[in-house]
């Protein structure tokens, strides 16, 4: 099973910033990585999908980049709804399909 | 536009059964795997199935293999999750959704159902 190691845990920014997640493989997972995002109440909705494409809809703002063991979420300059909580998922090795613990984007 | 929408979820007894239905709109239900992932305060996101376009092929977590079984009828465009001796640890919402496949258009979620086991 492949294990995915997200950090941090929480950050804490201010509108405006830049944010920068990193999510890590126990093993490659080639470019087959996305990202979610999820807000309370809600289900997570697809950010980035193969690890550098923009899902349908989703601003510039997001991007990512990386292959193999090593990913990155970047958030240009946050915005007051990028608050929330952000998975990453593999589909390189599977089954099983697995998830990161998440980092909670807080607001500082 | 793309829909999931998860029912049946409920509060049930340890030992209990409980049968989900996902009920999928907006695009050819017949030509995608589907999966069933949960969500719990102690595992966070956990994958828990699949399901292929034609059922063929059928994957579980073995937190719930010989536990739950999966299905699907591409005429009613559902898919179903039946969950047999239920344990506290089940408890939390369960998502129908598209995750086993890149590309523009996938990586849809249901909105959830929530499934509590308690006495």
């Known amino acids: 099973e492949i294990v995915l190691t997200q950090s941090p845990a929480t950050l804490s920014l201010s509108p405006g910033e830049r944010a920068t997640l990193s999510c890590r493989a126990s093993q490659s997972v080639s470019s087959f990585l996305a990202w979610y995002q999820q807000k309370p109440g809600q289900a997570p909705r697809l950010l980035i999908y193969d690890a550098t494409n923009r899902a349908t809809g989703i601003p510039a703002r997001f991007s990512g980049s990386g292959s193999g063991t090593d990913f990155t979420l970047t958030i240009s300059s946050l915005e007051p709804e990028d608050f929330a909580v952000y998975y990453c998922q593999q589909r390189s090795n599977w089954p099983p399909l697995t998830f990161g613990q998440g980092t909670r984007l807080e607001i500082k | 536009e793309v829909q999931l929408i998860e029912s049946g979820g409920g509060l049930v007894q340890p030992g209990g059964s409980l049968r989900l239905s996902c009920a999928a709109a907006?695009?050819?239900?017949?030509?995608?795997?589907m999966n069933w992932v949960r969500q719990t305060p102690g595992k966070g996101l956990e994958w828990i199935s699949y399901?292929?376009?034609?059922?063929?092929?059928?994957y579980y977590a073995d937190s719930v293999k010989g536990r739950f079984t999966s299905s699907r009828d591409n005429a009613k465009n559902s898919l179903y999750l039946q969950m047999n001796s239920l344990r506290d640890e089940d408890t939390g919402v369960y998502y129908c959704?598209?995750?086993?496949?890149?590309?523009?258009?996938?990586?849809?979620w249901g909105q959830g159902t929530l499934v509590a086991v308690s006495s």
């Open positions: 907006g695009f050819t239900f017949s030509s995608y795997g």
């Open positions: 399901i292929s376009d034609s059922s063929n092929t059928i």
């Open positions: 959704a598209d995750i086993a496949a890149g590309g523009i258009g996938r990586g849809y």
